[in-house]
């Protein structure tokens, strides 16, 4: 049963890929929103109904399972709850009215398949069919990525975002076969019971993969080819499946990682410089996409200290608060972008022409800078608070991260929204894309529900966790961070001064610290190393073998001249010196008795001499 | 008998189109996809007769032809030689029915065509030493012509490069095979017998020396670095259909050959040098993958990526030949590699066919001359994105349960080997990636603006050959069955 979960969503791509070119805009995205809709109902149901796991034998050491978790069951529900409104602006925003066309088709199927794929991967209960569903993801992703496949650099962008996480996903090989080493198996029950050498290269490779599926360092600069996709897609990615899926795979299975005495060291590390680094790229970026995209790893890094410091569930409730307002900010953004003609801030300023759009978006930008009463401000609070529970500055530093989100996000909401004296719009957004900011908007309005201790509390008992204690000094220094992160933003963003990095270093900062471009560089050396193996190759490998002909050849040869010569010369000789002999015997014969008589006499002495000279010896 | 029939039907077939003059061009390619097609059949028939429960060897014939030198007719499978045999069989079909120019000569193309279908198929099916000895050797004359007469760019060397370097090889491997024979008291080319019998087992120099000729021999078929130079020239000058045989069928001899050979019969001395091979193995897979990455032109690109694919192959057979690790490792990683041969043969297959469709269109091989062709031929293109991302491993895909398994089980026994080897599972993908980048995305060039798509006989091959990939990578129990009947009596049988 709980197959159907992912099987449902991705049957219908594979029919809506099929059969949707010649639909026209409005069915093909009835359909595929129907599709998430069967997913997000198929979930329901299997929460409310209690599905238990289920297996699908490939063989006897090969066997895929799913079961529900209470993870799992938060992330069956927000997925396609997210994705719902994503896929119907993405039928409104990149497909063209009238016939949807292949491409159209295509995009709104791999939407559909992606969140399948992704409800399998949070339902796995092995490695194996985890690892199934997290290289399927990579895949939908590259294919949306390179959505616009017409322009080169869009393609290049998409593989370089599948082989940096692609570069993760072999922790998750190798984590399946250290599991099977020392068990035998490759569920998480045979992972739990894991100990030894065995067990750190498993936690090693897992704490890996998820790093670079979640963007957190050193894989964020990802996350940036990844803008070269559709905004809709964007939007999916980083609110509610590629990115998330590290950190659910984290928050999944926490209590085993965390029998490895240097996880949680690890996770705290990389999530706590993956916050600040994120925060301060964002804060230099003019692109809007790419400021997003570095908001989406520094608040990833906030949730895998939650993670690190013991509070999965926490990271959980930051998850969906977070997915909610960031897939909102994507949509705006794309708004914004084709309103002003660019992804650029610097020529936006679009209070005036999308006066409403500016509003809704305030709602989630707000949320992103962590604004009381707003869910993820109480979300963000108990990390600080959960992060207190280990150290206090940690606390403080969570809540520094905190002045920094409410930076970047005003500074985006400012440029993108700030109003300047330009012409109203042209042409206003579909109803369908403002439909789906509004509905994302209102989601994060209702999850301010989480201030209230009843709400919070049915949270915790459903997930089956308590929340960290709160303090109320702890809440205030929070505040007084977002406060002034709000008026530095607000300061950075007054009019006339320029968006663009100022300096130098400010531009490395913007592009993560040289990340990039550092890999940039990786891939320009492994082909460069590939060419010239394959010069090699053709050159000196091949070149053994070709020795070895001309050796053979030259052998041919030398026997053709001298070994033919000597073959034929020693016959040759041999009759020509029996010829000679004859010759010489024939001489013998003369006819003349006293010849005869003298060789006698001569044969005689000689077998006499022959005999005593036998005597004497 | 079911066996015989198999082997049989495209020899006959061979030979009546080589001898009966008046057929047409299309008349003789019927012929040549009835023959493939009754073989196929054969073999499927024998599949769903194949009791993975009951002996290792199975439809088993025997009729005796030089009793006093021990040969012997025999034939019979294992699961794995079986599974290889009928993926065999397909690609022989589909490699029948895809449109190529046969030059005028299309009756003895078929002829050539069928007849290297009849000698593979012994390779696989064989029981006795001589025999395999005999259609191995005689699969590199149906190649030597095949290249030779309809390749292009320089077709006479590249078939004379690949038949005497491949011709060294099995000459090594007749020595090794008289060494077998000797070995055994009284002297049998029965497999079944030196199987059993084990007859090396003592060690030394000797059973070391037959195992080096073995191995050698084997590894310029598969072909292991660095021994592997004649394959990318030979599939660069052959026809589509033709490179498609020769890596989906001939090389898979290699990697069968090191199963049924020095795995089976030799068992102790191969434990001895089985690290040594693991090497190897690794120095193919990543190797392999980094010369596949650097090249510009299509085909040879996907011929080292063979290499690199055949090293999964070998990794996994020295791993199940290790004297160290769990049994239940070594079977897996065996079965992987078994499964790695047939799902090699499909996708690579695949592959070359497409790049056969390519040639008939173009005439170029070089990647930099394509680009934007996904809009012009999107059967094309969906065909040859599924191929790509199966050979890449994408699960779902054929690939990743082969390559999964052999992983998985090489960690368990030389984790050493195993963490490097992951390499090559990046590379290929960035390889593949970069390959359908440059062929199908960004701007189309003027010069391919007439471009046409798939013709029917082209994309209902594809069409198989994928629905077979895509199979075994949601379904692949039915084939893991049989491949593990034969994997389990080799592993855990001594």
């Known amino acids: ?617 | 008998m079911i066996l015989s029939i198999a082997l049989a039907v495209p020899l006959l077939g061979a030979l009546a189109l080589a001898g009966y003059p008046r057929w047409s061009a299309v008349q003789a390619r019927r012929i040549a996809v009835g023959a493939a097609g009754v073989s196929l059949a054969a073999l499927i028939v024998a599949w769903l007769g194949f009791d993975p429960r009951g002996a290792q060897f199975q439809h088993v014939v025997e009729l005796p032809w030089v009793p006093s030198l021990g040969v012997a007719y025999r034939l019979g499978v294992d699961g794995i030689a079986l599974a290889v045999a009928t993926m065999s069989a397909l690609l022989f079909t589909a490699a029948a029915i895809y449109p190529v120019d046969t030059r005028g000569e299309p009756r003895s193309y078929y002829a050539w065509l069928l007849f290297m279908q009849g000698v593979s198929l012994g390779v696989f099916l064989t029981l006795d030493l001589l025999l395999f000895y005999v259609f191995f050797d005689l699969s590199l004359v149906g190649m030597f012509f095949l290249i030779g007469r309809w390749g292009h760019g320089q077709p006479q060397l590249s078939a004379l490069k690949f038949f005497l370097y491949t011709f060294a090889g099995s000459l090594l491997l007749l020595l090794a095979i008289i060494g077998l024979y000797l070995s055994l008291e009284p002297h049998s080319f029965d497999m079944r017998v030196l199987i059993e019998q084990q007859p090396l087992a003592g060690g030394g120099l000797y059973a070391g020396l037959v195992f080096l000729a073995l191995m050698l021999g084997l590894a310029i078929k598969t072909p292991l670095v660095p021994l592997h130079t004649w394959l990318p020239q030979a599939h660069v000058d052959a026809p589509g259909p033709v490179s498609a045989i020769l890596a989906g069928v001939l090389l898979k001899m290699g990697v069968y050959g090191m199963i049924r050979l020095p795995l089976s019969m030799m068992a102790e001395t191969f434990a001895r040098y089985a690290p040594w091979v693991g090497a190897l193995a690794l120095l193919a897979i990543v190797y392999g993958a980094l010369v596949a990455l650097g090249q510009g032109n299509l085909k040879r690109r996907i011929a080292y990526t063979s290499v690199n694919h055949m090293g999964y192959g070998v990794l996994g057979i020295a791993v199940a030949a290790s004297a160290l690790g769990d049994p239940a490792a070594r079977q897996l990683a065996l079965t992987g590699a078994s499964l790695q041969m047939v799902v090699h043969g499909l996708i690579t297959g695949a592959l070359f066919l497409i790049s056969g469709s390519l040639w008939q269109r173009t005439g170029d091989y070089e990647l930099a001359h394509y680009g934007g062709l996904a809009h012009q031929a999107p059967l094309l293109t969906g065909f040859t994105v599924l191929a790509a991302f199966a050979s890449l491993g994408m699960p779902g895909l054929a690939g990743f349960v082969a390559e999964f398994q052999v992983f998985a089980g090489a960690f368990a026994v030389y984790p050493w080997l195993a963490v490097p080897a992951l390499a090559g599972i990046l590379i290929t993908a960035a390889l593949f990636l970069d390959m359908l980048r440059r062929l199908f995305f960004g701007h189309l060039p003027a010069s391919l603006a007439t471009f046409s798509d798939l013709a029917r006989a082209e994309w209902l091959v594809l069409g198989v050959l994928s629905l077979g990939i895509v199979t075994i990578g949601v379904y692949p129990s039915f084939v893991l069955t049989l491949l593990e009947s034969a994997s389990s009596a080799l592993v855990g049988g001594r």
């Open chain 1, 1 to 617: 049963m709980l197959w159907s979960l992912g099987g449902v969503p991705i049957g219908a791509a594979v029919l809506l890929y099929l059969g949707g070119a010649r639909l026209d805009r409005n069915a093909v995205t009835a359909a595929a929103a129907l599709a998430v809709t069967a997913a997000l109902g198929l979930a329901a149901l299997a929460l409310a109904g209690g599905w238990g796991a289920a297996s699908y034998r490939w063989s006897d050491a090969l066997v895929l399972t799913l079961a529900p978790s209470h993870a799992a069951a938060a992330f069956t529900l927000a997925v396609p709850l997210i994705a719902l409104p994503i896929a119907v602006y993405a039928g409104f925003h990149e497909l063209p009215p009238g016939a949807a066309g292949r491409s159209g088709a295509r995009l709104m199927a791999l939407i559909v398949a992606f969140v399948g794929a992704m409800q399998l991967l949070v339902l796995a209960d092995d490695l194996l069919t985890l690892l199934i569903a997290w290289e399927l993801i990579g895949a939908c992703s590259w294919a949306l990525i390179g959505y616009r496949w017409g322009e080169a650099e869009v393609t290049r962008e998409a593989l370089t975002a599948f082989l940096t996480t692609r570069c993760g996903d072999l922790g998750l090989y190798v984590a399946a076969a250290a599991v099977f080493a020392g068990s035998g198996g490759f569920s998480y029950a045979d992972l739990a019971a894991l100990d030894g050498p065995l067990l750190d290269v498993a936690v090693a490779g897992i704490v890996l993969a998820a790093a670079a599926k979640s963007a957190q360092l050193p894989f964020s600069a990802w996350l940036f080819a990844a803008m070269a996709g559709p905004v809709p897609v964007s939007a999916l990615l980083h609110a509610a499946t590629l990115v998330a899926a590290g950190l659910y795979l984290l928050v999944r299975l926490q209590p085993i990682l965390d029998g490895v005495a240097w996880f949680a060291p690890l996770v705290i590390a990389i999530g706590l410089a993956t916050a600040l680094a994120g925060a301060l790229t964002a804060i230099c970026q003019g692109h809007a996409k790419k400021l997003l995209a570095a908001s989406t790893s520094s608040q990833y890094g906030l949730m895998w200290l939650a993670v690190g410091v013991g509070f999965p569930a926490v990271a959980l409730v930051h998850f969906v608060a977070h997915a909610f307002m960031k897939a909102g900010l994507f949509l705006s953004a794309g708004l914004a972008a084709r309103e002003s003609g660019g992804h650029e801030l610097a020529g936006m300023r679009l209070g005036r022409r999308l006066p409403g759009v500016g509003a809704t978006t305030l709602v989630s930008s707000l949320a992103l800078a962590g604004m009381i009463p707003l869910g993820s401000a109480w979300s963000k609070e108990q990390i600080a608070s959960a992060a207190g529970q280990q150290a206090l500055w940690l606390a403080l530093t969570v809540a520094l991260a905190g002045g920094l989100s409410a930076l970047y996000a005003t500074r985006f909401q400012r440029l993108a929204y700030g109003r300047t004296d330009r012409l109203p719009a042209s042409t206003p957004p579909s109803r369908g894309e403002i439909a789906a900011l509004r509905s994302l908007a209102a989601g994060t309005l209702l999850l301010s529900v989480l201030w209230w201790p009843p709400a919070r509390q049915a949270v915790a008992g459903w997930l089956a966790t308590r929340w960290p204690p709160s303090h109320t000094w702890l809440l205030l220094v929070s505040l007084a961070l977002v406060l002034a992160g709000i008026g530095a933003g607000w300061w950075l963003t007054r009019p006339g001064r320029r968006v663009e990095p100022a300096s130098a270093g400010q531009a490395i900062v913007a592009e993560w610290f040289g990340l990039s471009a550092l890999l940039e560089r990786v891939a320009v050396a492994v082909a460069a190393l590939a060419r010239r193996l394959a010069r090699f190759d053709d050159a000196g490998v091949d070149a053994g073998l070709h020795a070895t002909a001309r050796v053979a050849d030259g052998l041919a040869r030398f026997n053709a001249r001298r070994g033919e010569a000597f073959a034929e010369g020693l016959p040759d000789s041999l009759s020509r010196l029996a010829d000679w002999g004859g010759a010489w015997a024939r001489r013998a014969q003369s006819g003349q008795t006293h010849h005869y008589y003298s060789t006698i006499v001569i044969g005689v002495v000689l077998i006499l001499s022959l005999l005593v000279i036998g005597v004497l010896l």
